[in-house]
């Protein structure tokens, strides 16, 4: 099962970086698959330990992906990478292992700690097409212009049935996105 969440991870320095990424799970293992280069894949290979962040705010997805990366944190309990405090959710991580990989190496984690801090109460349509859409700008470099316009013009449909102010502002971050890049590959 693949669950779309945002991984905290910290460098050297304490710096916290905050990374969109589907986290696969497998029993009790989590596993982290970032794409090189990355600050998340270099941040865990130092510290050893991660947050994944189970968060309903799709702000933070679509800020992440267009640049805005300063989210509240707080600390957590038992690691020293932070959480993310607009997080319904959180499950502190360490490093077990690696399976290497010249493009997405597999890192598999298991969680020292686990909280919930407000109740998820789902995701409308609006919430889940700005995912899907974030999805997209994080792979616009391998996916053509028509496929990305095909699969918007579809997520738009729900999108504009269910939005709220929240999404309409993530919603604009990610399509500014994706014309900026379609006017730098013109």
Not at 21 to 31: A, P, R, V, Y
Not at 38 to 65: K, P, W
Request: hydrophobic letters at 40%; one cysteine or more; proline letters at 5%.
């Amino acid at each position: 099962m693949i669950h779309e969440t945002l991984v905290t991870t910290h460098n050297e320095d304490g710096i916290a970086h905050i990374a969109p990424m589907g986290i696969h799970t497998d029993g009790d293992e989590f596993i982290i698959l970032p794409f090189r280069p990355s600050a998340t894949l270099d941040n865990l290979l130092e510290s050893h330990v991660a947050v994944i962040n189970y968060c309903d705010d799709v702000r933070v997805f679509a800020g992440c992906l267009t640049g805005r990366r300063d989210w509240p944190l707080r600390e957590a309990e038992k690691i020293s990478t932070p959480v993310l405090a607009c997080a319904l959710a959180h499950t502190e991580v360490e490093l077990l292992r690696i399976e290497d990989n010249p493009v997405r190496p597999k890192l598999f984690c298991s969680a020292v700690h686990s909280a919930n801090h407000a109740p998820f109460k789902g995701f409308n349509r609006a919430q889940y097409a700005v995912l899907e859409a974030a999805i997209l700008v994080s792979r616009l470099g391998m996916l053509s212009p028509e496929k990305i316009a095909s699969e918007l013009a579809y997520l738009r449909i729900g999108f504009d049935k269910t939005a709220g102010a929240r999404e309409r502002e993530a919603w604009d971050w990610l399509m500014t996105a994706i014309d900026d890049h379609n006017r730098t590959k013109s």
